[in-house]
């Protein structure tokens, strides 16, 4: 049965350290995603999704311009960022490990995300859905992101670690009747 990400009610955020002291965060405005959801067996489901990864904002403009820039994200050549699930491990009920292949900055790896259901339920406009919380970290070095400046007190203007997060309503995709 699928799934798509209700952009409404969907956040991707990531966030890393500043000068190894200050949490920046920033967001993606724009993207798609889709889940193949099989309820009885979830390890038969997948999930996708696709970041434009120009519509990066960390509510600077400068350093949103400086992450589009070839130092990072290189939008121009590598415009989108990508990630297709190869499994998915249930841990009860409500807790999963969502393990897949995540394409950024043109280079491929395989990443593990956490993720909670929760919830399941009926819309305000009467669709059936599904909200997930996921969590997980990339160090962005694993995807060519090396760009960065020794700080004179020891230590690194931007760290490698980036923490990435995602809260998300699904509804479920019903068919158009046909005549």
């Known amino acids: 049965m699928a799934w798509q990400f209700d952009t409404a009610h969907t956040q991707i955020e990531f966030s890393t ?3 190894m002291v200050t949490t920046v965060k920033g967001t993606f405005k724009l993207y798609s995603g889709e889940i193949d959801l099989n309820e009885t067996n979830h390890s038969a489901s997948s999930v996708s999704f696709s970041i434009d990864a120009a519509s990066i904002d960390t ?16 939008v121009a050549q590598f415009p989108t960022i990508t990630f297709k699930s190869t499994q998915i491990e249930k841990q009860n009920d409500t807790h999963f490990k969502v393990t897949g292949d995540l394409t950024m900055h043109g280079v491929t790896r395989n990443v593990t995300f956490d993720v909670e259901q929760t919830g399941h339920f009926t819309s305000l406009y009467g669709k059936n859905t599904y909200a997930f919380e996921i969590n997980g970290k990339i160090n962005r070095k694993d995807f060519g992101l090396n760009w960065n400046v020794a700080l004179e007190t020891g230590g690194w203007l931007v760290s490698e670690e980036i923490k990435v997060s995602v809260e998300t309503q699904v509804n479920e995709v019903v068919a158009e009747p046909t005549a």
């Open 17 to 19: 350290k500043h000068m």
């Open 59 to 74: 509510r600077n403009e400068q350093r949103d311009g400086h992450l589009r820039s070839a130092d990072f994200l290189d």
